[in-house]
């Protein structure tokens, strides 16, 4: 498969868990099927990988913060899983290191997720190029942070169905 660049069996009835697909792939579209367990870590190894849509799954477990290895990442879907936040330390949250590493990131969505965290201050400084962010029912206390007009390309932000504050 080292030619393929893009997979993107969606909405199929695939179950189980995700086969390791090889570093080379650009893009990867599994949604809307009925695979499981924890997100894979082959797809933290993907450096090219700058398409991910796990969306529509039954993926569990922690998310890894060794995602925001994967710099080149401009669409990142992990709705309707499953999965939660390590908050036990700075460096195992996923959120946090987001705003660090993934500058490229232009879609977002955690979307019907259980992840029962904060969404760290360090929110408002996600990437420039962010223009679509859902976080909707994800049972997070967000504090919607000032400097969130950083964002300055975003126009979609979906924040419905938490704990919402103005800082």
Wanted: include cysteine; hydrophobic fraction near 40%.
């Amino acid at each position: 498969m080292s030619r393929i660049t893009i997979i993107s069996p969606t909405q199929n009835q695939f179950s189980g868990t995700l086969p390791d697909i090889g570093l080379g792939v650009q893009e990867l579209y599994v949604g809307a099927n009925k695979l499981s367990g924890a997100i894979p870590k082959f797809i933290s190894n993907s450096s090219k990988l700058w398409g991910l849509d796990i969306g529509y799954n039954s993926f569990s477990g922690f998310i890894p913060s060794t995602l925001c290895a994967l710099t080149n990442l401009e669409i990142l879907k992990l709705h309707t899983n499953n999965l939660t936040i390590d908050t036990s330390t700075p460096e195992a949250n996923f959120v946090s290191c987001l705003a660090i590493n993934l500058t490229n990131l232009q879609t977002f969505t955690l979307t019907d997720n259980p992840l029962n965290a904060t969404l760290p201050v360090s929110f408002g400084n996600l990437s420039t190029s962010l223009s679509n962010l859902g976080i909707r029912n994800c049972s997070m206390m967000v504090n919607i942070p000032d400097d969130i007009d950083n964002l300055s390309s975003l126009i979609f932000l979906d924040l419905g169905n938490n704990q919402l504050s103005l800082l």
